[in-house]
């Protein structure tokens, strides 16, 4: 015995270059039928929250599947894979495509030659996928584009619960984020965790999808910009506090990565904040109340 539930759609090309579309989204769970042999011409992302089952990829080597797992089913690739007739599993299943798809893959998530990938959990991913499932509901006018959004954030959960990643993050790049604002080369960097450079370039780049350079870089620049916005410190100041001491070097670093000089960007900001803004992130579920301020003495 087994249960359906699924829904398609078709988005229009307009709705394509949003980057990711929803193709199509299911709820199924029991012993169900076998899917395949077959190729598609489209990514698929099958969530086995409980359960057990099997999978074959191309190379016709037929795996076991144990929950939690991710299946993945990228385009052109022939797979065959199906619950154990005896146990059978809680199975959600992701159709889309769209041009973002290269990028994930690019940065690491979706992955092609790991079609089978444990999960730690499948809490984030499921609640995702639940944001779809309601919004296909029959006459949505915002269907696409709710769907397509929550591809997006299905992504990012499934990169999240992989088993592989601990909940604290990856400690190499905890270590780089601690120690991006000191004046050192990719090369210290590694020497300092006992890695060569190659040794670190893959460690970030499995853990955040791009080079030590761009990890660093990112980080920098985004503290440039806080303290560019919320302070009066001259720029030649900012340099020096995320890492650079040549301030012309990081004003053209600055103006070629983010589009506009530090100034201007201060002056586009206009956010100026006496001692800076408070590093304490406020509970959206519970909002700081602001209390009117009484007439004027």
Same mark, same amino acid.
């Given at each position: ?10 988005? @229009? ?23 395949g042999p077959r190729t598609l011409d489209h990514h698929v992302a099958v969530v086995i929250s409980s359960g057990s089952g ?37 199975? @959600? ?50 269907? /696409? ?20 990643? @601990? ?17 050192l080369s990719v090369a210290e960097h590694a020497a300092r965790h006992g890695m060569t450079p190659a040794e670190l370039r ?8 791009? @080079? ?13 910009? /806080? ?14 506090r995320v890492g650079y001491d040549d301030p012309a070097y990081f004003s053209r670093l600055f103006a070629r990565r983010v ?39």
């Open positions: 015995m087994y249960h359906t539930w699924m829904r398609f759609f078709t988005p @229009s090309p307009l709705h394509h270059r949003l980057g990711l579309v929803c193709l199509g989204v299911g709820l199924q769970h029991g012993a169900l039928p076998t899917v099997w999978f074959t990829g191309p190379d016709g080597r037929r795996v076991p599947v144990t929950a939690p797992s991710l299946i993945w089913l990228t385009p052109g690739t022939r797979h065959h894979y199906g619950a154990d007739p005896g146990t059978g599993w809680d199975e @959600s299943f992701v159709d889309f495509t769209g041009p973002a798809t290269a990028t994930y893959t690019e940065l690491g998530y979706i992955e092609p030659d790991r079609p089978l990938v444990p999960l730690a959990d499948t809490a984030g991913p499921r609640a995702a996928i639940g944001r779809m499932v309601r919004a296909a509901r029959r006459g949505n006018p915002l269907l /696409e584009v709710e769907t397509g959004a929550a591809v997006h954030e299905l992504l990012v959960a499934l990169r999240r619960a992989r088993a592989d990643v @601990s909940p604290d993050g990856d400690p190499v790049l905890q270590a780089l984020a601690r120690d991006a604002f000191q004046p893959t460690a970030v780049r499995r853990g955040a999808g791009c @080079s030590p350079k761009d990890y660093l870089l990112g980080i920098r620049l985004g503290r440039a910009k /806080e303290l560019l916005a919320a302070t009066d410190l001259p720029v030649a100041a900012v340099a020096r589009g506009t000089a530090p100034v201007r960007f201060r002056e586009q900001q206009g956010r100026n904040v006496p001692g800076g803004w408070s590093e304490q992130v406020p509970d959206p579920e519970n909002p700081p109340t602001i209390t009117p301020a009484g007439p004027a003495v």
